[in-house]
């Protein structure tokens, strides 16, 4: 290997290939990493086998200027291997990685905000080429920023098929060799994760699962290291990369305890020199993680009770992502049959108590192409309205969206309404009131104010009208309760639900 | 007085009359009360001043035959009356108090199931003649069967005009006189009482509340006794009083602590002889009373998160009454003004996870004509729905309803079922399948399945069909998890939401 210098651009990602020995079992036997140098910052980056007698270090520089890099191995032909890449500017599309900012919310790496508004495809990477290909072009207009995605095919109803690719070679029994990872397998996955990222959406990508039939479920301790060291070794250099643990570790709990989820944090940490986001997933809505762990970057919830989604972010103090508070759809499940309009509700009960909303469709289909599952084409009505509101909040919003629970007038328990300093979001949901006072400014101004029909996606200047009812209530013998005023001024509604309010200062 | 004996009817009232002193102040200096007998077994009354030197002892038999009783009194001309009385088979229409049965449920005292689908109307009695008839007159068609009622007149926004009467006499300066009743008040409280009482409705008597500009909420605990102990005199007799401790008794706690609550719960029973059940209502979700103690006999909440009904039922043990999960209204407060429709759904969440719910409609109205305050007429769309609902469960339930989740699946955390045997009654609500089985019979059989649709009314018969998905659901490396048979069959569905199914087996 020549000793030339490479341009790659910020957060984009660098490879180095080796060729190295074929012989034996290179995944087990071979390692190979390489430390990349800038000035005094050492940035250890592990390499993979990815067949074909190729090693394969991967690197995602963060910072303009030449790196140097070195490699490191136990077999003398990939090992002490030096170069250099010049790492040039971002590309205008292209951000850098998600991380947290704010306690609850999130930006990407160079400081532009990221709202998740996701959607779910399960096994949508293992599904035949063509139905993969339908589902980059419905997420072409589908406005979704995110995918939760499995490395692992799903076993499970509506998901009887054969993947496209099995993660494992298969032994003279016919069993999966856990030491020998299919590169097909991971070639696949890869490609995709890469065209999520041209596409400007976030892959969360799902380490372990427990819907299988292949025996994916039955590997030791020492198997499932090995595969979070491969699998992060291959990913961790594509910038979109979120790791998701488990999509419902509590159903794993029997075969991984708790402790063990936690040391399958740590091999991700030890692996992936980016520290892409880390969260983990859970199936009953009473079994969630204790997300307060430092290791845990955001919480992900699976959870129906979407009021509590304050309550939540505050138990927790991270961001909040709820990524199945059930799906639209009209299976024989409870978690996949619920109305678009419930699911547009409770995204915006989520978003205006300053959490972040997943989205997932299961509507029966004759060839069990449902969307949560494979993927393929959308055929709902919530996914429009859920690229409205990230629309609206793309807008205005900038630092991220406070509950106003937290200014604390018990209303908000049941309303929803959050704000981002003189922007706010109020949202009433089930709720219809005529007239309205609470959570709008408590200053007069100059505001811009509106009426948002969020099903009908529909924004309609609302003026200022008097406060609604007398606020200073007499109560227990004389004594004034809530006599403070409730806002500078009122607003009249149209007295019909799944009604918004968006109030902003004209600039 | 002549000792002769009268006639009265199981569970109707038999009133003494005596008189006695008008000087001093009959309220405070005079007690008076009687003992009635029947056999070996001795009832104590306790009686009340009536105004006009006329005092009254009034006492419910609850067993046929005849009683005897004497009367006891620090006043000569009361003490040591005595007399007969006969008690007749009840009449046809009267079925006795209400008491709790089956741990979570409610009969009569003559064993008749009570199921509560109330209403609330705080204020009625302290409105003008003439809208209390109009109350009266919409409740004969309107098929509540609980009122919630308050005996003070109540102070808050549309509810600012003077009530009928005031609860107390007028001292000089202009206050009220905590040791003089004034007569009328609750003369016209009770007359209402008994008028609901014809109707078969039962009267949730609120004892304290915080909405007051009279000063009663500055009584002290004395003041509180004795009003106590008058109340429960007046109004025992009445088989269909409930004692409803407070709206809202958490509003009060600064004035009115913990142990007060208890204390008053206790000067109840000392002048109740009939037991009548007690309850306890609170204001923030958060700040339920414990229902736990024994002299509470059901649960009363205010909650809007009705899908934990299971759960509260199954904390208290003890029957479960959400009388506020929210109004049906439009008013700017967001516990009175959710849709209809929200109603509806909510009520049938509540009664299909084991529990009872209570109804009010907050309708702006110009002369603030509120329902929930007020009475008047209804406005809204909500009660036709739960009188619809009322009917289906008298048509079928014996026992009462336990929820599904008792049996352990987790679907019922999002999914609302329950039975009494054979009859099984599951809703669906927001979720939307176009196939269900879970919560269908076990065993086949001869079986009437109906779905019903909670907004339209409608009942249409289905049929079975075969198990939606096949349930040997292989998951975790071919253990089988899920693989018992959901049920027996299943139903096709119309995959839209608010929709029910209903199960009895033909006999």
Known sequence: MKNETLVVRKWDMFELSLNGPRTGNPFVDVDVNATFEYGNRQVRATGFYDGDGVYRVRFMPDTEGEWHYTTHSNVRELDGKTGSLFCDAAAPESHGPVRVRNHHHFAYADGTPYFPFGTTCYAWTHQPEALQAQTLETL????????????????????ENEPLYLVYETDADGNPDFARPNVEAFRQFEKQVAALMSMGIEADVIVFHPYDRWGYCDRSYEDDARYLKYLVARLNAYRNVWWSLANEYDFL???????????????????????????????EVSMKFDHRKPWVSH???????VKRTDQWRREWGKPLVNDELEYEGDIPR???????????????????????????ETYMHPDDELWWGKGGVLRGESWKRIGFLREL?????????????????????????ARDGDYRLIYFGEHQPKEWAIGLPMEDGDYEIDLIDTWEMTITPLEKAPLP????LRQRGGELRGGEPEAAFGVHLPGKPYQAVRVRRRK
């Open 140 to 159: 072409k207009h589908a406005r979704f920023n995110k995918m939760r995605m499995g490395v692992f095919p799903k076993h499970y109803i509506y998901n």
């Open 253 to 283: 709990l029997d075969v991984k305890p708790v402790a063990q989820w936690d040391r399958y944090f740590h091999i991700i940490e030890e692996h992936d020199p980016n520290r892409h986001l880390m969260s983990i997933h859970n199936g």
């Open 299 to 305: 919480v992900c919830v699976q959870d129906w009770d």
């Open 334 to 360: 409870p978690w996949g049959n619920i109305s678009a309009q419930e699911v547009v509700h409770r995204f915006w009960i989520t978003v205006t108590r300053g959490g972040y909303a997943g989205h997932g």
């Open 393 to 417: 909040i793309e807008e205005d919003v900038v630092n991220g969206l406070t509950p106003l629970a937290e200014e604390g007038r018990w209303e908000w328990s049941r309303v929803s309404g």
């Open 469 to 472: 009812v007398s606020p200073a």
